[in-house]
Each structure stands twice: as structure tokens, then as C-alpha cells.
């Protein structure tokens, strides 16, 4: 994912350009949280802006955001990093992280360019 695809944060504003956050030590307005493995759940009140700085539509207060970069439906995720593999780790993968729709070959067979068993 280039720098160009991710999008800005910025509190929400009301028509006059004011921030509409609530005063400090008021309970955090917004959070964001890295799913392991996944996308940014984005949570409260902000706006989210695309590359050239339009505000990115939005209908709910927790939104996902795309990290793997395969997702239809950027900047929010569509769950293509289950499809890609996605990692946020620096661990090699092993079989046992194999997608569950993925299937294993049985001994002696390779799995074919589609993922599917050759016999």
C-alpha cells in the first residue's frame, strides 16, 4: 500500500470548520485499534479523508480500515487480507496458518496453481 492510498484522521468539524471533540479529560473521543492480522477498527467521532482530501462517505461511528491493501472497497476493508495472506507480524507462516478454506494436499499430492489437489 503506497503512502498516496492511506487515509488522513482528523477530528470531526461543524459547519464553521470548529472541532467538535469533546474538552480534554472528557472520555477519549476516538480510538484506534490494529486488528492483528486484519484492518485499523477506527471508532468515534472523526473524519476520515482520502488522498486528495475529500472526506471518505461514511454511515457508522466503528469503521474498518484496509492495511493489506487488496481490499475492493479502499480505504475501508472488505476482508481481502484473509484471501491475501495478510500478515502484521514479522513471523514466518506455517501450515498451521493456512487459510480454512484452503485445502491441505494429501501426502503425496501438490496443491495445483488454483488450490486445488492434483491428483
Not at 18 to 36: E, I, L, Q
Not at 42 to 55: K, Q, W
Not at 69 to 85: E, F, M, N, Q, T
Amino acid at each position: 500500500m503506497s503512502t498516496d492510498d492511506v487515509p488522513t484522521l482528523r477530528p470531526r468539524a461543524d459547519d464553521e470548520g470548529r472541532d467538535t471533540r469533546p474538552p480534554r479529560g472528557d472520555a477519549p473521543w476516538a480510538s484506534v485499534t490494529a486488528c492483528p492480522n486484519g484492518p485499523l477498527l477506527v471508532r468515534g467521532d472523526v473524519e476520515i479523508l482520502l488522498a486528495d482530501g475529500r472526506p471518505a462517505p461514511r454511515r457508522r461511528r466503528t469503521v474498518a480500515l484496509c492495511r493489506c491493501g487488496a481490499s475492493a472497497i479502499k480505504p475501508y476493508c472488505d476482508g481481502s487480507h484473509k484471501v491475501v495472506g495478510f500478515r502484521t507480524d514479522d513471523e514466518p507462516r506455517t501450515a498451521d496458518d493456512a487459510a480454512p478454506d484452503s485445502p491441505s494436499p494429501a501426502p503425496g499430492q501438490e496443491p495445483d496453481g488454483r488450490g486445488l489437489r492434483s491428483a
